[in-house]
Structure formats: structure tokens, C-alpha cells
T-cell receptor, first 115, second 111 residues
Framework: DAGVIQSPRHEVTEMGQEVTLRCKPISGHDYLFWYRQTMMRGLELLIY????????DSGMPEDRFSAKMPNASFSTLKIQPSEPRDSAVYFC?????????????FGSGTQLSVL | QKEVEQNSGPLSVPEGAIASLNCTYS??????FFWYRQYSGKSPELIMSIYSNGDKEDGRFTAQLNKASQYVSLLIRDSQPSDSATYLCATLNTGFQKLVFGTGTRLLVSP
């Protein structure tokens, strides 16, 4: 299995621009999570989906952030307009249903820099 | 108060020593606890999980859980330089599939 695939690996953009991050979960995993990691705040859960349905988006910082999961194999996280404080590493993770361990498989992350 | 708290470190230990990493959590309903390891520039990976009070051993790693004190720890025996990484404590919040992470403890193992 290829694991969780995220793109792009790095994104540099200017303040005010729209940014779209992409994620392909592991086949058969029906939970998908978007996390943001910074030195100050660590790993923060932004939103998670179960069977393509958003379950909890309480971690989404502002209306500038939106996430979609149109099908079981694809999700996007969009920031519009982007701001310098959005600079962080954004991780997508997926997990398999029915496991008490809740083992998350993380993608390689997207390093976002907003200038 | 943060839901999951860890000392950011760095925790420095010599090669061969025991490294002790600690974590406290605030949600008394948490039932599942995890330790993830994250190498610099990489993504987190699960190394240990524990659900019951007491100790759980896996190779050089031992996870310890005390629900009454809301305390989780990870012991790494015979520490190796390759263990140098950030260790993230995580709890599964009450009744849900939502993992909450601490900010992590950076471990440095010197040869």
C-alpha cells in the first residue's frame, strides 16, 4: 500500500492567495483527519471525516478554512485568503474502522509558508 | 489547561540509559492512550498504545498508565541515538474517534 498521499509537499504563497492541500487516504480507511502542526501549538486537529461526512470541524480556526471529502479516496483542505499565521505543516491522516487502537497513518505533510 | 500536557524538553540522556517521558491529561473519560514518535521533518508514527492501568511492554519500550492520577509515561530502555526524536502523547477523547495530542517531548540520546 502506498500509504497516505499528500500534495503538494511544499507550498509557498503570498498573503491573500488561495491555497489547496490534497490528500488521498489509504484504501479501506474510512476515517480521515486533517491536523496542523506548529512549534508553539503542536499537532492540532482541524477536522475529521467518517465515511466522507464531516464529523467534527470545531478545530477549524476560521471561515477562511474549509475542507471537503467528495469521495472515499480524496480530500481537500482549502485556505482562502491565506495569511502568514497559517504557515505550518499540515498533515492528513487516515485510520481503519473497528480498531480500538485508533492507529493513525499520517501522510508526509505539506509545509505551507505564507509570505 | 491543555487537554494533554508534556514537557517540551529537550530530555538529554546518554546512550544505554533509560529515558522517561511523561504526559498528563485532563479528560477523565479518556480510555485509550498512545505514544507517537516523530523524527525531525517526518510524520508521526505510532509506537505504543495502552488502555488499562499498569504497564505494557514492547521490546525496549514500556508504557505506563495511571488513570487515577491521569498520567501516562513512556520508558525507553537501553536508549540509542536512533531514538532521538520528538515523542507525542495522545489520548482518545471520551466516546469518539478524535485523537488529542500533546505538544511533544524532544528526546536527545548522545553516543
Amino acid at each position: 500500500d502506498a500509504g497516505v498521499i499528500q500534495s503538494p509537499r511544499h507550498e509557498v504563497t503570498e498573503m491573500g492567495q488561495e491555497v489547496t492541500l490534497r490528500c488521498k487516504p489509504i484504501s479501506g480507511h474510512d476515517y480521515l483527519f486533517w491536523y496542523r502542526q506548529t512549534m508553539m501549538r503542536g499537532l492540532e486537529l482541524l477536522i475529521y471525516f467518517n465515511n466522507n461526512v464531516p464529523i467534527d470541524d470545531s478545530g477549524m480556526p476560521e471561515d477562511r478554512f474549509s475542507a471537503k471529502m467528495p469521495n472515499a479516496s480524496f480530500s481537500t483542505l482549502k485556505i482562502q485568503p491565506s495569511e502568514p499565521r497559517d504557515s505550518a505543516v499540515y498533515f492528513c491522516a487516515s485510520s481503519r474502522p473497528g480498531l480500538p487502537e485508533q492507529k493513525l497513518f499520517f501522510g508526509s505533510g505539506t509545509q505551507l509558508s505564507v509570505l | 489547561q491543555k487537554e494533554v500536557e508534556q514537557n517540551s524538553g529537550p530530555l538529554s540522556v546518554p546512550e544505554g540509559a533509560i529515558a522517561s517521558l511523561n504526559c498528563t491529561y485532563s479528560d477523565r473519560g479518556s480510555q485509550s492512550f498512545f505514544w507517537y514518535r516523530q523524527y525531525s521533518g517526518k510524520s508521526p508514527e505510532l509506537i505504543m498504545s495502552i488502555y488499562s492501568n499498569g504497564d505494557k511492554e514492547d521490546g525496549r519500550f514500556t508504557a505506563q498508565l495511571n488513570k487515577a492520577s491521569q498520567y501516562v509515561s513512556l520508558l525507553i530502555r537501553d536508549s540509542q541515538p536512533s531514538d532521538s526524536a520528538t515523542y507525542l502523547c495522545a489520548t482518545l477523547n471520551t466516546g469518539f474517534q478524535k485523537l488529542v495530542f500533546g505538544t511533544g517531548t524532544r528526546l536527545l540520546v548522545s553516543p
